[in-house]
Nanobody
Framework: VQLQASGGGSVQPGESLRLSCAAS????????IGWFRQVPGKEREFVAA????????YYGDSVEGRFTISKDNAKNTVYLQMNDLKPEDTAVYYC?????????????????WGQGTQVTVSS
């Protein structure tokens, strides 16, 4: 079971990026997939999550209205569309899988993590 994040890069403020989280090695069995981000010296911050079966989406306050999480069941892939990016969105972004219990919002509730992908927003 592997989760692989991709799609990061360097953009200017106001631009967009789309991150992908591809699950391989199994038919997706996680109850939900979440995105977190982290900057050096700080804890991982919840960005967004989506329940795999029902597609319910949850967002962190700092990205609500700018980011959209979605999924492609056939491709076992979750996407994070990030619009109107700001310098404070600069971080390493991680995707993670969790089971049916526990909050979507806390990193400790997630069982498996992919490697991170760097997003840099700078003029």
């Amino acid at each position: 079971v592997q989760l692989q994040a991709s799609g990061g890069g360097s953009v200017q403020p106001g631009e967009s990026l789309r991150l992908s989280c591809a699950a391989s090695g199994f038919r997706l069995a996680y109850f939900a997939i979440g995105w977190f981000r982290q900057v050096p010296g700080k804890e991982r911050e919840f960005v967004a999550a989506i329940s795999w079966s029902y597609g319910y989406a949850y967002y962190g306050d700092s990205v609500e209205g700018r980011f959209t999480i979605s999924k492609d069941n056939a491709k076992n892939t979750v996407y994070l569309q990030m619009n109107d990016l700001k310098p404070e969105d600069t971080a390493v972004y991680y995707c993670a899988g969790k089971g049916p219990t526990g909050s979507y919002y806390f990193a400790r509730q997630y069982e498996s993590w992919g490697q991170g992908t760097q997003v840099t927003v700078s003029s």
